[in-house]
T-cell receptor, first 114, second 112 residues
């Protein structure tokens, strides 16, 4: 079956512009995660959605970052007034409820802020 | 100080060698320990996970957890060129839900 998909695969934007990144999880996966990966570094947790529960936003680095999820499907991560330090790969993952150890990752969106 | 520290590498070994990849951590609440493999420009893929201390084997891969030392390892036997990738350790606890905390990864190259 289809895996996690993300769009766009690459995004180049000017400093100060807003960007929106999209994630389509695996069908039936109620849990969805966003991570940021800077060059040569590990994954930095951003936000976690589980069904209809309030999302865990504890990893969002500033109020310029926000994310939404429509039901148990698509999620969008929005970065407002982008800064150069926002340049990174943004990874989305999904898992079945209660199976948070088995996260399936998308290919990521490579964001470059010039 | 980061909660999870991973040997930075890079690591280069000949084909057939035994590889040892290691992480240490500071948060004693971690109960679940995962290893991911990430090929260049791809998302990570889960290799295996363990709960609490002990060993777990899956084919050529063995994961080892020593909670008393806050130290985990991944061993790869009979390494192959196709094992060349970045390996990330990750930890979670005390439930298996929610966020994972990742190390920075070790890049491995297996030379034929």
């Amino acid at each position: 079956g289809a895996g996690v998909s993300q769009s766009p695969s690459n995004k180049v934007t000017e400093k100060g512009k807003d960007v929106e990144l999209r994630c389509d999880p695996i069908s039936g996966h109620t849990a969805l995660y966003w991570y940021r990966q800077r060059l040569g570094q590990g994954l930095e947790f951003l936000i976690y959605f589980q069904g209809n529960s309030a999302p865990d936003k504890s990893g969002l680095p500033s109020d310029r970052f926000s994310a939404e999820r429509t039901g148990e499907s698509v999620s969008t991560l929005t970065i407002q007034r982008t800064q150069q330090e926002d340049s990174a790969v943004y990874l989305c993952a999904s898992s079945l409820a209660g199976r948070g150890l088995e996260q399936y990752f998308g290919p990521g969106t490579r964001l470059t802020v010039t | 100080q980061k909660e999870v520290e991973q040997d930075p590498g890079p690591l280069s070994v000949p084909e057939g060698a035994i590889v040892s990849l290691n992480c240490t951590y500071s948060n004693s609440a971690f109960q679940y320990f995962m290893w991911y493999r990430q090929y260049s420009r791809k998302g990570p893929e889960l290799l295996m996970y363990t709960y609490s201390s002990g060993n777990k084997e899956d084919g050529r891969f063995t994961a080892q957890v020593d909670k008393s030392s806050k130290y985990i390892s991944l061993f790869i036997r009979d390494s192959q060129p196709s094992d060349s990738a970045t390996y990330l350790c990750a930890m979670k606890g005390p439930t298996n839900a929610g966020k994972s905390t990742f190390g920075d990864g070790t890049t491995l190259t297996v030379k034929p």
